[in-house]
T-cell receptor, first 114, second 113 residues
């Protein structure tokens, strides 16, 4: 059974810092991995999707990497801004007969203060 | 930009009552999902739906739950007899053929009293 863990559980940084959020998964046979942002009481916004054959994906100030063999993914946020404050979730997609089924981590709560 | 829409945003129901949560997935998507998030806990998979049938369901998705795609646009989750422990945020998601990037709705907060 896939287990996804995120470290740290919470992170508070001053504006402008570069930061790294970590995600680990127990079953390396994933189809892809997706990073989401969740604002309090709101839905999930997809940030980046990394296919199992890829090593990284970039979108603006966000860069996500994937190392399947070690069961790890990282989300790098450059030049953080107060508007980046949210909970960041990673989710592993099993693929195969479980196509599309996502297993989520518990999230990292990010606070960026001015 | 296309988005997944869910209604209602918040529903309060009495224990034992039936509720139907509604979702309109992105129009050209083929795969549909329901997830839930109990307050302070992880987002959990409930069920996936493709080609008018359930592809996979979790242990949570027991006989009290059912899903339906009654027409070409709506996707519903029915809870037949709600329990207090069904109180959670329920998310609908959809994805397209060959691209499993999942897009989520804003959620329905279900409160069972």
């Amino acid at each position: 059974k896939q287990e996804v863990t995120q470290i740290p559980a919470a992170l508070s940084v001053p504006e402008g810092e570069n930061l790294v959020l970590n995600c680990s998964f127990t079953d390396s046979a994933i189809y892809n991995l997706q990073w989401f942002r969740q604002d309090p009481g709101k839905g999930l916004t997809s940030l980046l999707l990394i296919q199992s054959s890829q090593r990284e994906q970039t979108s603006g100030r966000l860069n996500a990497s994937l190392d399947k063999s070690s069961g790890r993914s990282t989300l790098y946020i450059a030049a953080s801004q107060p508007g980046d404050s949210a909970t960041y979730l990673c989710a592993a997609n099993a693929g195969g007969t479980s196509y599309g089924k996502l297993t989520f981590g518990q999230g990292t709560i990010l606070t960026v203060h001015p | 930009e296309p988005e997944v829409t869910q209604t209602p945003s918040h529903q309060v129901t009495q224990m034992g009552q039936e509720v139907i949560l509604r979702c309109v997935p992105i129009s050209n998507h083929l795969y549909f999902y329901w997830y839930r998030q109990i307050l302070g806990q992880k987002v959990e998979f409930l069920v996936s739906f493709y080609n008018n049938e359930i592809s996979e369901k979790s242990e949570i998705f027991d006989d009290q739950f059912s899903v339906e795609r009654p027409d070409g646009s709506n996707f519903t989750l029915k809870i037949r007899s709600t329990k207090l422990e069904d109180s959670a945020m329920y998310f609908c998601a959809s994805s397209g053929r060959g691209n499993t990037e999942a897009f989520f709705g804003q959620g329905t907060r279900l409160t069972v009293v």
